[in-house]
């Protein structure tokens, strides 16, 4: 399968190319400044010439906080961008796989899991223009899949759960916010998912995310330091509303699918397994 990686400088936009790599396909991985999914006529030009059978689409604006201060860069990246890619996947016969998030839901569900019978209501920029993300590419290519996921981890991430064991392992003392919950992903078995929805070619709306009754960041960080064998003391508990900071997030953003049971997707590793396997390549890649 020929497939075009966006966002390839990213931490799942890697994942993607080098999974995508390993089973075969033909890969063409670019990161932003080899394509800005904002610029129909680039993506018109790259898609004509590449002719890939599929796009996975990884790029995106995550700085949730800077998404509420500069809300026309976070529509135009996060909801006309993926537009963008899916207007031109149209016109070339390609299917769409593109992501998006769990801030699409406020969070106020008390228990359990959202799936797909749940009403996104998105409290900040970033999850309103995710949104609007995903429906503008739905309306504008029927061959679009559209991925929810939250709390990912990997190597090359820059996102709190990415860096805590190597923050603890500078001696850092960390905090982590002990009343918000959400369901952690690992990078690698995301983009195993995110190809193997792409062979499918089932258009519809997933939430992928690792097996598991879900987190909270202090959960989490607890949980990676055991397995990585650091000092857990360093972290401290805090709640969320101690931070003030300028977007809303969800409380409860763990996420559960409908569809991948109902096509006969297997559940994803348990995140406390994933969370070894992700220290085990932390370590690789440090060692080399």
């Given at each position: 399968m020929k497939v075009l990686v966006a966002g390839a400088g990213g931490m799942v936009g890697k994942a993607v190319a080098t999974c995508c790599a390993a089973l075969g396909d033909d890969v063409l991985a670019l990161d932003r400044q080899a394509l800005d999914i904002t610029n129909d006529q680039q993506v018109r030009q790259r898609l004509e010439r590449e002719r890939p059978q599929t796009v996975i689409n990884c790029a995106a604006w995550t700085d949730v906080d800077g998404c509420e201060i500069d809300s026309q860069r976070a529509y135009e990246v996060n909801a006309h961008g993926p537009e963008v890619l899916a207007e031109n996947c149209r016109r070339i016969g390609a299917s769409l796989v593109t992501i998006s998030t769990d801030y699409v839901f406020d969070g106020n569900k008390k228990a359990g899991f959202y799936d797909q019978r749940d009403d996104p209501n998105p409290?900040?920029?970033?999850?309103?223009?995710?949104?609007?993300?995903?429906?503008?590419?739905?309306?504008?290519?029927?061959?679009?899949?559209?991925?929810?996921?939250?709390?990912?981890?990997?190597?090359?991430?820059?996102?709190?759960?990415?860096?805590?064991?190597e923050r603890s392992r500078r001696g850092e003392t960390l905090t982590a916010i002990a009343d918000a919950f959400g369901t952690p992903t690992y990078a690698k078995d995301l983009a195993r998912r995110l190809r193997h929805l792409a062979e499918l070619d089932l258009p519809g709306v997933y939430h992928i995310v690792n097996r598991g009754e879900g987190a909270?960041?202090?959960?989490?960080?607890?949980?990676?330091?055991?397995?990585?064998?650091?000092?857990?003391?360093?972290?401290?508990?805090?709640?969320?509303?101690?931070?003030?900071?300028?977007?809303?997030?969800?409380?409860?953003?763990?996420?559960?699918?409908?569809?991948?049971?109902?096509?006969?997707?297997?559940?994803?590793?348990?995140?406390?397994?994933?969370?070894?396997?992700?220290v085990a390549e932390l370590d690789a890649h440090g060692s080399q």
């Open positions: 409290t900040s920029v970033y999850g309103e223009a995710k949104l609007d993300g995903e429906r503008r590419a739905q309306r504008a290519c029927a061959r679009t899949v559209v991925v929810r996921s939250g709390l990912i981890f990997g190597v090359g991430g820059r996102n709190f759960l990415s860096k805590v064991i909270s960041y202090q959960e989490f960080a607890l949980t990676a330091l055991a397995a990585a064998q650091c000092d857990a003391t360093r972290v401290t508990p805090i709640s969320m509303d101690d931070l003030n900071r300028p977007a809303l997030r969800p409380r409860n953003a763990r996420l559960r699918c409908l569809l991948s049971e109902a096509i006969g997707l297997e559940p994803l590793p348990f995140w406390q397994d994933s969370l070894k396997d992700f």
